[in-house]
């Protein structure tokens, strides 16, 4: 439903973003458990953030290539250490 339903036009995914924010300080303010944040309406922050990007990639300042590979070097360190 998040891909072909609410990614269609740029209004409706800024407001999908905005719920997505909306639940996240929420849930944060509320104190509840960071489990609650990965399913049902906290997935929809990462989809909607995404969407955003997509819709408006044309107005984003372009990033060189040789940033884009000095990046992926530490994001998949990361991505392997974290949690650990």
Do not use: D, E, K, N
Not at 23 to 33: E, I, K
């Amino acid at each position: 439903m998040m891909a072909p339903g609410l990614s269609r036009s740029r209004r409706v995914v800024v407001a999908w973003l905005v719920a997505g924010i909306a639940y996240h300080v929420s849930v944060a303010f509320a104190g509840a458990s960071g489990g609650l944040g990965i399913t049902g309406l906290g997935a929809a922050l990462p989809f909607s953030l995404g969407a955003c990007l997509w819709h408006f990639r044309s107005q984003l300042p372009r990033v060189p290539t040789r940033v884009g590979i000095a990046a992926f070097g530490p994001f998949v360190l990361h991505s392997q250490v974290a949690g650990r």
